[in-house]
Structures are given as C-alpha cells and as structure tokens.
C-alpha cells in the first residue's frame, strides 16, 4: 500500500502540521521553531506551522484556511492530549471540509514538555513525534461515526441528595427516571445531619420536601433496597440488572402506618440503629427514621425471631390483618432495565475513627464522631436533642477536633473540604445546647465558600476557643486535681509555641469522608476511573467535571470528590443536564473505531472469535470465514493483534498506521 | 556502554490507563527520561507482536506496553491476551537473539502517573544498561509477514 489515493480521491497525500506553543508550556521546552521546520520537510508535508494556542478561535480558523487554500486532505496537529482536544481538531477538520478522521494529534505536552527536563531532548522527542504521525497520516482514511438511538430513560444510581437532585431534574424535564438506593430509604447523609451550614437552615427541613417530591414524581421509578448487579451495553443503550434485596413487606400493599412496628413482641429495639449510628436501638421491623422514603418498613431477618425460630406469634402480621403487606417468604429479585444514561451518586463513607487509636474513639465512652453528634444535637435524634454523654452527664467542656482522617500522610493526604466548616457549626450547636466551654483544633480554618469566612467570624464572636494545633492524643491520665475524671487533650498550640494539655468533657472528632467501601466495585461496574484516593474520576478536572471516561455514565455528588451541599447540589444537576443533552439530541455518534474484516483474507481459522469480548465475531460456515457484527464491537482491536493473515483491522488502529507510527518514532 | 548511548524506546500504551497516567505524570510536571515514545492503542491486546518485532528491527532498543491492571481492562480482558502473548514473544525473542528483557509489560492505571515516571526511568535506564540492540538484521528482516504488513 502506496498510502496515496485515500483523500477525497485528489490523487496525492497532502499534509499540513500544526504546532503548538500552549502559550509557554510547549514553546517554553519544545524549540517549536525548530520543530515546525523539521515537519515542514517530511514527506507529503505541504505546509507546516507553529501557533501560539492552536485550540484558540484564530487558531482552528488558521488551519481551516490551509485546507482550502492548499487542498489539505490531511491534517496533523502537535499540541495537548488527545483526550483533551482531538474532538475540537476533528470538528476543525470537518469546518474546512474534510473528513474529520483525516487528523492525527501529537501529544507535546503532557507527554513532552512538561515531563522532560532537558529543552535539547524535547525538541528531539517532539520531532519523532511528529514524524510518526505525519507517517501515519498518510495512511489515514475517511471514516464515518457510527449513529445509534438513544433510550430517553435514565438511571440514577444513589438516593443521597445528589441522586435525589439529578432524579427530580430529569423527571421534571419530563424523562423517566430509575433512582436505585441500596438503604431502604432515601436520604442518604444529608438525612441524617442537623443543620446545615453557613446558613443553619435544618437538614430535614430542606431534605424531606425534595424526599417526598421524588415518591410522587409521576416519572420518578424509585427502587430502594435495590442494588445495581450487573451492566451491559453502551452510551444510548445500557442493559442494567438491579438486584431487589427482600423486605419481606409487600411495598405495593404496604400503606406505611407502621402498626407493624408498634406491634413487634420486641416491645424495645434491641439492634443498633444504623441511621443514628448505633446511638439508639431499633426493632427487628423497622421504618429507618420517621419520615423515610418510601415510608414502608423493613424486617431484618438477623433481628427478627420468626426467621431464626419460626416460633414467632408473628404479631405484626396480625396488626398488617387485612393487609396482608407482610410475606415471609421473599427473596432477592432481579429486575431488568433499560436506559440511555447513568448518573452514578454513590457518595462517600465517614472515616472510621478507630483507624487512629491514640484518639480513644471506641475507648473513652465521652469520645464521639461528628455523625454521632449530628444525630446527638438532632431534635428528633436519640436523645431529641438533649445533649447528652454516654455516661449520662451534660458535657461542660467540649473538644472538636478538626482533620480527623484528612490532611495525615498516614490515612489520607487530601483535605476533605467540609470538616472545617461542619466543625464549626457543631461547635456552635453545642454550644447553644449545652453552654459548654467548646474548643476547636485546626490545622488551618479552611472556610472557603459564600457566607462561610463570616460564618467562622460569627464563631469567634460567639467565645468558641479555636486553638491551631492538631491533638497528638486523647487520654485519661490526670497530671493535676483539674484533669481528674477529664479527657485531657495534648496539643501543640503552634500559635503559642506550646504545648498544652486541656481537660474537656467531651471529644468530638470530626472524620474525613472516604470512599465507600466497595467504590471498586461499583468502578469496575459502570468501568469508571479513580483517583489515587479511589474518589471516581472525572473526564476532566475542569472543563468535564460530571463526564467519566465511559461515555453516557455521569458523576454526582461525593463519589467524585468529598464536597459540601451546595456543590453536591449543582453537580447533581450538571449530571441530569449532560445526561439531557445526550437524551435530546436523540442519537448517539461514536468514534469509528471498530474492527472488520475482509472476507477476502480471511482464512477461517476462527482465532480471533475465541478473542473477541463481546461476541461480536461469528463463522459464517456457508463462506467458511468470519464475520464482524460493529453494532457489538467496542474496538479494542484484539482479535486485530490476533489475525495471522492480516484480515482482521481496526479503524483508526490499521496495521499499516501503526507501522508506520512505529516507523515514524524511530527517526 | 558509552555516555552517549541513548536508547530508543517504543511504548505501547492503552487509551483507558497508561496513556492516562502519561497524561496525569505531565500534568503533575513530573519529569522523566525522554526515551521511550508513545505510539496509543486502544487497548493492549491491539499490540500485534508484529508491532513490537518491527519497532526492533526498525531500530528501537526496547519496547514497552502498557496495560490496565488485571480485572480493570476497559475491554474487559484484553490485557491478559496481552499478558500471555508477550510471554510468548519474549521466548521467541530470546530465538531471534534479542535479551527478552528489552521488551517489558507492566500494567499502570490512570491514577499511577508516579508509578509511570519510575517505570520510564527504570526501563530507560536498564536499556541503557543492556546497550544498543545489535541484531542480526537478517534475522528479523527476513519475517515475511512484517515485511508484507509493514508499509
């Protein structure tokens, strides 16, 4: 193959190069003088270019200008990650006239100018960059994206108030919604905080309506106790199976009045409350907190004696009566759906606060997390907002302790956003509370958000003692008549210079927010990237902030990154408007990067079936060759790298292509 | 060898991880040895080992592939088509007289970008120990089907 005749049938491979300053990132190392003029020597090079932001208005127009002016029917441009910028170039092609898949993009800068040290040896690698892909692009060939409908129906995964948010926008926009929750209830975290901050509007408050909005959305399929199993498909069309755990209460004939609960032999709850984290006890059936949506309890079978015995007198069903909402014999059921889009909003855990043992948590009764303290100081919490210790007093000195968890090179090194600020508001809640003497160790106050600077002020005004220190330990040993029966807190006050040791209380420990703990799971389910700290990755930092690197599943909330409610808020509804955006618009086009094969090489040996994924080769035993479905393949060009004829190719990936890449590196 | 050997690297990267840990070393600035360059594929498994006999015999002195670690590959298994092919092309290198240690598989996820500034350095520095390839050209110039294959 001569690699002559592909564009537009002019007959001969004009190229034009494009390179790439970036301002200084790429001309501050790559000599992109130097650069340009090499490329402009290279075989089939027409005209070769250096530009200061090839990405920029100006830019594109430049290069739109040479495809007409000097009948470019090839087009290379050296500048950023492709991931960045070869949809922008693509769509630059395609202005001037060409076929967009006639363009090649060199990576410069992330993978030259800003890993190398030496300008001598980035220039060198930029040139063999260039090279190759000025090789490779004369065998480019036009190319057309593939077209597939997209199903309008859109599943949500996570009932938190990112869910909740990017559930109601879509169903609003009229769009049928799946909101699968794995709780029996929705509400996530949010439901279970007191009140917010800077604002200190209560959390339910804000919470239950947008709660209740979502169970009488017409459009709105709201699957709690439900799990996502399995997920097929791609971007416009996902298969999603979702495993509906058993309640063992019939939710279409269950009404919510809850007489069940009041009826339980257990006339005390005897297990831990998972919604007050283990501050109260609940009964073996159970409705998560009051107002729980949907407002149908659920029956723990580890709990419930007629599933450990069957000698119950199984005194709720007897109260259900008529009813009859209560069936014993449920088991986990597997639904089907379908939808276009994912939005996943699976949040975040606290971080176990056993983890650091020389703050006593788990030890000294009087140690508390910050979750405990929401439900603590909440009205409708285990106490109903009397704030009282497990040892059954008031607490007149408290100690909040900030970067629990965060901030530590021996847990996680990143600041979890929201501590600072959910300290504060702690600090002022106890205080209101109690009239405790309330102390708050920071590392550095952190209130970088609207009303939140004046918030922490308010603070300071309102006498909470702020000491810049992180708590070395939390002990019992007194060292004075004062310390006597205190938990005392060793503290390096850096303002001072000092270390000090201050008697309280009470200890609250303010966790950092993790990932939940089968974040890898539910990655390698919807195929997401992480970060290192196994926050779920977005396509960029940016400028795609919502988009992951797997077309059609979105981001919301703190899956993505620890954040606060306002922006879980609008990235709940950035979600559901990229994932309107995809629904509207009807179809979807996807990059060409199928495989195929030419029956006329093929041999039959059927290698590359058993290499195939997704079953998207078959024998065509009539031919004696094998066959391509493009509708299944996704393009990863095994079965390619498998042909020992050479008739399995891949789009954008053609064998002569990357021979010639290689070539082309190897100046 | 001589200071002024400088190996020439093929790298064969997937799109879904290491071409992204490349991409988040360069944004995190960190610096590596300018020797090995990257020629993107999908995914591993679309390392043909025709590819990596023809970077060698075009001249490279090592070739690295890079994958996603097993169980995260975006095709699901492609990585380990990966895996066992260039087991098997390294005892047919060894036939060719080419050090099975010049071509090397690692597996390095979107987040590693420090682990991809190390294997750069690492493998960069290694080739560098080992020398120039020196083959016997007609050893792997003679394989017809890269010789058809190739442009």
Same mark, same amino acid.
């Given at each position: 193959?001569?690699?002559?005749?592909?564009?537009?049938?002019?007959?001969?491979?004009?190229?034009?190069?494009?390179?790439?300053?970036?301002?200084?990132?790429?001309?501050?190392?790559?000599?992109?003088?130097?650069?340009?003029?090499?490329?402009?020597?290279?075989?089939?090079?027409?005209?070769?270019?250096?530009?200061?932001?090839?990405?920029?208005?100006?830019?594109? @127009?430049?290069?739109?200008?040479?495809?007409?002016?000097?009948?470019?029917?090839?087009?290379?441009?050296?500048?950023?990650? $492709?991931?960045?910028?070869?949809?922008?170039?693509?769509?630059?092609?395609?202005?001037?006239?060409?076929?967009?898949?006639?363009?090649?993009?060199?990576?410069?800068?992330?993978?030259?100018?800003?890993?190398?040290?030496?300008?001598?040896?980035?220039?060198?690698?930029?040139?063999?960059?260039?090279?190759?892909?000025?090789?490779?692009?004369?065998?480019?060939?036009?190319?057309?994206?593939?077209?597939? $409908?997209?199903?309008?129906?859109?599943?949500?995964?996570?009932?938190?108030?990112?869910?909740?948010?990017?559930?109601?926008?879509?169903?609003?926009?009229?769009?049928?919604?799946?909101?699968?929750?794995?709780?029996?209830?929705?509400?996530?975290?949010?439901?279970?905080?007191?009140?917010?901050?800077?604002?200190?509007?209560?959390?339910?408050?804000?919470?239950?309506?947008?709660?209740?909005?979502?169970?009488?959305?017409?459009?709105?399929?709201?699957?709690?106790?439900?799990?996502?199993?399995?997920?097929?498909?791609?971007?416009?069309?996902?298969?999603?199976?979702?495993?509906?755990?058993?309640?063992?209460? @019939?939710?279409?004939?269950?009404?919510?009045?809850?007489?069940?609960?009041?009826?339980?032999?257990?006339?005390?709850?005897?297990?831990?409350?998972?919604?007050?984290?283990?501050?109260?006890?609940?009964?073996?059936?159970?409705?998560?907190? $009051?107002?729980?949506?949907?407002?149908?309890?659920?029956?723990?079978?580890?709990?419930?004696?007629?599933?450990?015995?069957?000698?119950?007198?199984?005194?709720?069903?007897?109260?259900?009566?008529?009813?009859?909402?209560? @069936?014993?014999?449920?088991?986990?059921?597997?639904?089907?759906?379908?939808?276009?889009?994912?939005?996943?909003?699976?949040?975040?855990?606290?971080?176990?606060?056993?983890?650091?043992?020389?703050?006593?948590?788990?030890?000294?009764?009087?140690?508390?997390?910050?979750?405990?303290?929401?439900?603590?100081?909440?009205?409708?919490?285990?106490?109903?907002?009397?704030?009282?210790?497990?040892?059954?007093?008031?607490?007149?000195?408290?100690?909040?302790?900030?970067?629990?968890?965060?901030?530590?090179?021996?847990?996680?090194?990143?600041?979890?956003?929201?501590?600072?600020?959910?300290?504060?508001?702690?600090?002022?809640?106890?205080?209101?509370?109690?009239?405790?003497?309330?102390?708050?160790?920071?590392?550095?106050?952190?209130? $970088?958000?609207?009303?939140?600077?004046?918030?922490?002020?308010?603070?300071?005004?309102?006498?909470?003692?702020?000491?810049?220190?992180?708590?070395?330990?939390?002990?019992?040993?007194?060292?004075?008549?004062?310390?006597?029966?205190?938990?005392?807190?060793?503290?390096?006050?850096?303002?001072?210079?000092?270390?000090?040791?201050?008697?309280?209380?009470?200890?609250?420990?303010?966790?950092?927010?993790?990932?939940?703990?089968?974040?890898?799971?539910?990655?390698?389910?919807?195929?997401?990237?992480?970060?290192?700290?196994?926050?779920?990755?977005?396509?960029?930092?940016?400028?795609?902030?919502?988009?992951?690197?797997?077309?059609?599943?979105?981001?919301?909330?703190?899956?993505?990154?620890?954040?606060?409610?306002?922006?879980?808020?609008?990235?709940?509804?950035?979600?559901?408007?990229?994932?309107?955006?995809?629904?509207?618009?009807?179809?979807?086009?996807?990059?060409?990067?199928?495989?195929?094969?030419?029956?006329?090489?093929?041999?039959?040996?059927?290698?590359?079936?058993?290499?195939?994924?997704?079953?998207?080769?078959?024998?065509?035993?009539?031919?004696?060759?094998?066959?391509?479905?493009?509708?299944?393949?996704?393009?990863?060009?095994?079965?390619?790298?498998?042909?020992?004829?050479?008739?399995?190719?891949?789009?954008?990936?053609?064998?002569?292509?990357?021979?010639?890449?290689?070539?082309?590196?190897?100046? | 060898?001589?200071?002024?050997?400088?190996?020439?690297?093929?790298?064969?990267?997937?799109?879904?991880?290491?071409?992204?840990?490349?991409?988040?070393?360069?944004?995190?600035?960190?610096?590596?040895?300018?020797?090995?360059?990257?020629?993107?594929?999908?995914?591993?498994?679309? !390392?043909?080992?025709?590819? !990596?006999?023809?970077?060698?015999?075009?001249? /490279?002195?090592?070739?690295?592939?890079?994958?996603?670690?097993?169980?995260?590959?975006?095709?699901?298994?492609?990585?380990?088509?990966?895996?066992?092919?260039?087991?098997?092309?390294?005892?047919?290198?060894?036939?060719?007289?080419?050090?099975?240690?010049?071509?090397?598989?690692?597996?390095?996820?979107?987040?590693?970008?420090?682990?991809?500034?190390?294997?750069?350095?690492?493998?960069?520095?290694?080739?560098?120990?080992?020398?120039?390839?020196?083959?016997?050209?007609?050893?792997?110039?003679?394989?017809?089907?890269? /010789?058809?294959?190739?442009?």
């Amino acid at each position: 193959m001569d690699g002559n005749g592909n564009g537009k049938g002019k007959g001969s491979v004009r190229i034009g190069v494009y390179v790439c300053h970036c301002g200084t990132n790429i001309a501050g190392k790559v000599d992109v003088i130097r650069l340009a003029e090499t490329a402009g020597k290279l075989p089939g090079v027409v005209v070769s270019r250096e530009y200061k932001y090839a990405c920029s208005d100006p830019g594109q @127009d430049l290069i739109v200008q040479d495809v007409r002016k000097y009948g470019l029917n090839r087009v290379v441009v050296a500048s950023c990650s $492709p991931h960045l910028h070869e949809l922008t170039f693509r769509k630059t092609v395609a202005t001037a006239g060409q076929n967009p898949y006639l363009f090649h993009m060199v990576n410069i800068r992330e993978h030259v100018s800003w890993v190398t040290e030496d300008p001598e040896a980035a220039t060198a690698k930029a040139e063999a960059l260039v090279n190759a892909a000025v090789l490779r692009a004369a065998f480019l060939r036009e190319l057309e994206p593939r077209r597939f $409908p997209v199903n309008p129906n859109v599943l949500v995964v996570g009932g938190g108030i990112a869910g909740i948010h990017t559930a109601l926008t879509l169903a609003n926009a009229n769009k049928q919604v799946y909101l699968v929750e794995r709780e029996p209830t929705i509400g996530g975290h949010m439901a279970q905080f007191d009140k917010t901050f800077p604002t200190l509007d209560c959390a339910a408050c804000i919470l239950t309506p947008k709660m209740t909005a979502v169970k009488q959305h017409p459009n709105i399929h709201l699957m709690t106790y439900c799990e996502v199993g399995e997920v097929s498909g791609f971007v416009g069309s996902f298969k999603v199976k979702v495993k509906k755990y058993p309640r063992y209460i @019939d939710e279409d004939k269950c009404t919510g009045c809850g007489e069940c609960i009041e009826a339980c032999i257990f006339k005390e709850g005897k297990t831990p409350s998972e919604f007050d984290v283990g501050l109260s006890k609940r009964k073996p059936v159970y409705l998560s907190f $009051p107002q729980a949506v949907p407002p149908i309890p659920v029956i723990d079978p580890e709990a419930c004696i007629e599933f450990k015995s069957h000698k119950c007198p199984k005194s709720c069903v007897e109260a259900c009566g008529d009813r009859a909402a209560i @069936d014993f014999t449920q088991t986990t059921r597997e639904v089907e759906l379908e939808v276009g889009a994912v939005v996943v909003a699976t949040g975040f855990k606290p971080f176990d606060a056993r983890r650091l043992p020389q703050y006593g948590y788990g030890k000294h009764p009087n140690v508390y997390t910050s979750l405990e303290v929401e439900r603590l100081v909440n009205a409708s919490g285990p106490t109903l907002g009397q704030v009282v210790m497990r040892d059954g007093r008031k607490p007149e000195s408290i100690g909040v302790l900030h970067c629990i968890g965060s901030r530590d090179e021996n847990t996680n090194r990143y600041c979890s956003r929201v501590c600072c600020m959910y300290s504060l508001k702690l600090a002022h809640l106890l205080k209101e509370k109690t009239g405790a003497h309330v102390y708050n160790f920071y590392i550095d106050m952190r209130t $970088p958000g609207k009303g939140f600077e004046e918030f922490y002020k308010r603070l300071l005004e309102e006498g909470i003692s702020c000491i810049r220190g992180k708590v070395a330990e939390v002990s019992t040993w007194p060292q004075s008549p004062a310390e006597e029966g205190k938990l005392v807190l060793r503290v390096e006050d850096t303002l001072l210079g000092a270390v000090r040791r201050i008697p309280v209380d009470m200890v609250v420990l303010s966790v950092g927010l993790e990932p939940q703990a089968d974040s890898d799971q539910t990655r390698r389910l919807f195929n997401l990237g992480c970060s290192s700290d196994g926050w779920f990755l977005e396509r960029h930092p940016k400028l795609a902030p919502v988009d992951t690197f797997t077309d059609g599943v979105f981001l919301a909330g703190c899956c993505q990154g620890p954040k606060d409610i306002p922006d879980t808020v609008a990235q709940g509804g950035a979600a559901a408007a990229q994932s309107l955006a995809l629904i509207d618009k009807g179809c979807v086009e996807i990059e060409p990067v199928t495989a195929f094969i030419d029956q006329e090489i093929c041999s039959g040996c059927q290698i590359c079936i058993a290499m195939c994924p997704y079953t998207a080769i078959q024998f065509d035993s009539e031919k004696s060759v094998a066959a391509l479905n493009e509708a299944l393949c996704k393009g990863c060009g095994t079965c390619v790298a498998a042909c020992p004829s050479g008739a399995a190719q891949q789009n954008l990936f053609l064998d002569e292509q990357l021979f010639a890449e290689v070539q082309g590196v190897l100046v | 060898m001589s200071e002024a050997f400088n190996p020439r690297i093929v790298g064969f990267f997937c799109n879904w991880c290491t071409y992204l840990a490349a991409d988040l070393a360069g944004t995190s600035r960190m610096k590596y040895a300018p020797n090995v360059r990257v020629v993107r594929t999908m995914c591993s498994g679309r !390392v043909d080992p025709q590819l !990596v006999v023809w970077a060698f015999r075009n001249g /490279a002195d090592g070739v690295l592939i890079g994958g996603c670690h097993p169980g995260d590959c975006h095709y699901q298994e492609g990585n380990y088509k990966t895996l066992r092919r260039m087991g098997l092309l390294r005892t047919m290198l060894a036939q060719l007289g080419i050090e099975p240690d010049r071509l090397r598989l690692e597996w390095i996820s979107a987040s590693e970008g420090e682990r991809l500034r190390d294997v750069m350095n690492e493998f960069s520095a290694q080739i560098r120990q080992l020398g120039p390839l020196e083959t016997k050209s007609s050893v792997i110039s003679s394989q017809s089907s890269v /010789a058809q294959a190739a442009p």
